[in-house]
């Protein structure tokens, strides 16, 4: 079965620019959650999708956004980027929610440098 | 402010010595608990999954307890070995799929 898998792995992006990060989850999985990891911020919740809708939100600022397609994979977009973006972005599947809670599994991440 | 906080910051241990890492929550809608691996540069491993009906749960050399009422985790390795290095994440989840991650113990276990 495969995992949770982020393309692309590695890429370097100047202040301003944009950036798309792709995710396919674990065939079956619906729901995809991104996360960003810094050294300074660790491991900050970024949004949820669940059947092509955005479920949960974290803190973060607009220019900061996503989508889920109908086979689950999920895209995120981060605009107008800045020095403080660089981090590495981690994409999770799992199966629907429910309050006794599911394991969630976690991809490679996608490794984010702006300069 | 929902805080999830991980003792020792880090931590390195002769080959063969069993450990306890810690885990500490205050958000009284944290209903589950798991344990997740990071290794250098890579994404995190799901170890285990405490769920919201239990109290511990055990994989290999691996425990793992929950204790909502005092909102604490730990993680127990038993006969630790080189490979076990990386670093322990506990992150807290509630009725939705978001995990509210602590800041991770740094784990080394000296040959």
């Known amino acids: 079965k495969a995992g949770v898998t982020q393309t692309p792995r590695y890429l370097i992006k100047t202040r301003g620019q944009q950036v798309t990060l792709s995710c396919s989850p674990i065939?079956?999985?619906?729901?995809v959650s991104w996360y960003q990891q810094t050294p300074g911020q660790g491991l900050q919740f970024l949004f949820e999708y669940f059947s092509e809708t955005q479920r949960n939100k974290g803190n973060f600022p607009g220019r900061f956004s996503g989508r889920q397609f109908s086979n689950s994979r999920s895209e995120m977009n981060v605009s107008t980027l800045e020095l403080g973006d660089s981090a590495l972005y981690l994409c999770a599947s799992s199966l629907p929610s429910g309050a006794s809670g599911n394991t969630i599994y976690f991809g490679e991440g996608s490794w984010l440098t702006v300069v | 402010k929902q805080e999830v906080t991980q003792i020792p910051a880090a931590l390195s241990v002769p080959e063969g010595e069993n450990l306890v890492l810690n885990c500490s929550f205050t958000d009284s809608a944290i209903y589950n608990l798991q344990w997740f691996r990071q290794d250098p540069g890579k994404g995190l491993t799901s170890l285990l999954l405490?769920?919201?009906?239990?109290r511990e749960q055990t994989s290999g050399r691996l425990n793992a307890s929950l204790d909502k009422s005092s909102g604490r985790s730990t993680l127990y390795i038993a006969a630790s070995q080189p490979g076990d290095s990386a670093t322990y994440l506990c992150a807290g989840g509630g009725a939705t799929n978001k995990l509210i991650f602590g800041t991770g113990t740094l784990l080394a276990v000296q040959p």
């Open positions: 065939s079956g999985h619906r729901s």
């Open positions: 405490i769920q919201s009906s239990q």
